[in-house]
C-alpha cells in the first residue's frame, strides 16, 4: 500500500504565495508520476500541476507562469511553489501518486491524499 500525506494549505491574501508539499510512502517499486490536484464544491477534480520521475513537468492552463512543481525521488516528496495566488485558486488541493503499468502483469495504480485548503482572499 501507499500512504499520501500532503501539508502547507492556508488562508493568504491575494497577490501572495504558498507551498505545498505531498510525502508518498509505502510499496512504490516502478517509477510514478506525482501530481497535484485541486477541486472546488461542485465541480470535478482538476489538473494544477503533474511531474514524473524524469522531471517532466505538465501544468493546468489557469496556473502556468504563477505556480512551479519540483520533486524530490529520494525522498518521494512532490512540492507545489504558488505564486501571485488569485481568489480562484481557492480550493481543496490533493496530491496523486500515479504508477502506470509498464507490463502486461502489473496493473495501474492511483493513490491520493486526503486534501489540504488553500484559500484565497481578494
Known amino acids: 500500500q501507499v500512504q499520501v500525506v500532503e501539508s502547507g494549505g492556508a488562508l493568504v491574501q491575494a497577490g501572495g504565495s504558498l507551498r505545498l508539499s505531498c510525502v508518498a510512502s509505502g510499496s512504490i517499486f516502478r517509477p510514478s508520476v506525482m501530481g497535484w490536484y485541486r477541486q472546488t464544491p461542485g465541480n470535478q477534480r482538476e489538473l494544477v500541476a503533474d511531474?514524473?520521475?524524469?522531471?517532466?513537468?505538465k501544468y493546468g492552463d489557469s496556473v502556468a507562469g504563477r505556480f512551479t512543481i519540483s520533486r524530490d525521488n529520494g525522498k518521494m516528496t512532490v512540492y507545489l511553489q504558488m505564486n501571485n495566488l488569485k481568489p480562484e485558486d481557492t480550493a481543496a488541493y490533493y496530491c496523486?501518486?500515479?504508477?502506470?503499468?509498464?507490463?502486461?502483469?502489473?496493473?495501474?495504480?492511483?493513490?491520493w491524499g486526503q486534501g489540504t485548503q488553500v484559500t484565497v482572499s481578494s
Open positions: 496523486n501518486v500515479h504508477i502506470p503499468a509498464y507490463a502486461v502483469e502489473q496493473v495501474t495504480e492511483d493513490y
Open positions: 511531474i514524473n520521475s524524469r522531471g517532466r513537468t
